[in-house]
């Protein structure tokens, strides 16, 4: 995203900002179509989905798979906080995550069986750009290539049932990973596990694989309590 792109997008976030706790909507309002929204606010629909991230990621409305978004705060007195989010959702993730590494670790297996030097490329040019909007605090951007991360895995694996499965736990797993890559150390948790999961890709190391994975995930588990518990500290 070019400079001009990046202040278009800005604009229309503050918009967006703008319009959610003027008093345009209340908690429960359902934000208009992609169509329209990029009609009031003269943008395309690439910049505009941008934006929404950037609120959404702010706690201001959260999209529904198949619905549309929707607005869950009109200021930051009555957005949920990240601490909060996690705390009130710890349960789900941790069940969710047990299925969820059983899964990665199948995933695993299979990439390191069958991947071709070409695999290996073009993981590598995406944990590349993962570290890079590590640097830059885009945690858009994180959230977005740590789905592009696994997805490549789970294509690697060259497992059809796997891929589809990847794709549903990918879709369920959009706003844990938009709420956690805001917390600046759970990138960095990310990060040295996947550079371990490369490295056995590369070695073809199928054990090594299955310990980066697991650990992994066990990591992930380990900064959804952290966080949570914020919340309990505070009471």
Request: one cysteine or more; charged letters at 30%.
């Amino acid at each position: 995203m070019n400079k001009k792109e990046k202040s278009t997008k800005d604009m229309v976030v503050n918009d967006l900002i703008k319009s959610i706790t003027s008093g345009e909507y209340s908690i429960g309002d359902k934000l208009p179509t992609e169509g329209k929204l990029c009609e009031q606010f003269n943008v395309g629909r690439s910049t505009l989905r941008e934006a929404i991230s950037v609120v959404r990621a702010l706690g201001y409305i959260e999209t529904r798979h198949g619905s549309g978004s929707y607005i869950v705060a009109t200021s930051v007195e009555t957005r949920e906080t990240v601490e909060q989010w996690f705390a009130l959702r710890q349960s789900q993730l941790n069940d969710f995550f047990e299925v969820r590494c059983n899964i990665e670790v199948m995933n695993i297996r299979y990439a390191i069986m069958r991947r071709s030097e070409e695999d290996i490329e073009q993981i590598k040019a995406i944990h590349n750009s993962f570290e890079n909007a590590i640097m830059r605090g885009d945690e858009v951007k994180m959230a977005m290539l740590d789905e592009r991360f696994h997805t490549e895995l789970a294509r690697m694996s060259g497992n059809s049932l796997l891929i589809e499965i990847n794709r549903i736990i990918a879709n369920a797993l959009k706003p844990y990973r938009r709420k956690s890559f805001t917390v600046e150390e759970n990138a960095v948790h990310a990060l040295f596990p996947h550079k371990n999961i490369i490295t056995a890709l590369e070695n073809q190391d199928v054990s090594a694989g299955v310990k980066a994975m697991q650990e992994h995930i066990d990591t992930s588990l380990f900064d959804i309590a952290s966080v949570a518990n914020k919340v309990n500290k505070e009471e």
